[in-house]
């Protein structure tokens, strides 16, 4: 049976509407103050007492986030193009993405469909969260989508948050990987790709691209799940594109 919920508690709450607080900041003050809530319990509650944050008090938490993760055929965007891509919504079970095919790969095009694919994709969301996309995803895509004349969101018009980043400052691993992080928490799913696949995707075998793809699918559901664990340790605060 649910505890009823105190006096105190909904004092922490009714912060909502008079301050900048997210839902999420308010979940660890109830937290700290020795409740046991959860995160969900709390937005529950915030719903059912109708409590609604003016836009003047719009935060983080409360726009829409997307995973995001890219494969490619090498790391210089000048040189490379991308394989595939996929996008999560948070707590949305289907994963959007688009691969390369084989004639693309082979034509003067090449990745030009997917990059516009995916920068619409990405024009949904609001926060867009990646693992190491700071050095990588986010500047490749850039740069693809420059060469292709595809429009980009221009600086500031998307946040962007990279949990290496976070993984690095807030964990001690042994390595500040995806698959280090994932395997501490007991994630499943990060697999390493084998050379001989990432050989035969680069000139158009539908098999090995497929497995990448694949790959790549995996990589953002375990992202979303890497995030729900660190959320409590990491503030909400994102950057521009």
Sequence with gaps: MATRWTENEIMILQQYER????????????????????????????????????????????????????????????????????????????????????EELMSEKQDARITELLVEEMNKYDVIFTYYGTRFDIPFIRTRALYHGTYFPLYRQKAHKDLYYVVRSKLKLHRSSLQAATEFFGIAGKTRVKPDMWRKARYGDEKAMKYVYDHNVADVVILEKLHRKLEEHAPPLVRPL
């Excluded at 609604?52 to 000048?78: C, M, Q, V, W």
């Design 19 to 102: 301050t900048a607080k997210s839902a999420f900041t308010l979940y660890q003050e109830i937290r700290i103050a020795g409740y046991n809530r959860t995160y969900k319990a709390v937005t529950r509650k915030l719903e059912s007492l109708g409590l609604r944050k003016p836009y003047r008090y719009t935060t983080g938490h409360e726009k829409t986030i997307g995973y995001l993760d890219i494969e490619s055929t090498g790391f210089s965007a000048n040189i490379d193009v991308m394989l595939s891509w996929c996008l999560k919504g948070r707590g949305v079970k289907e994963v959007a993405g688009a691969k390369i095919t084989r």
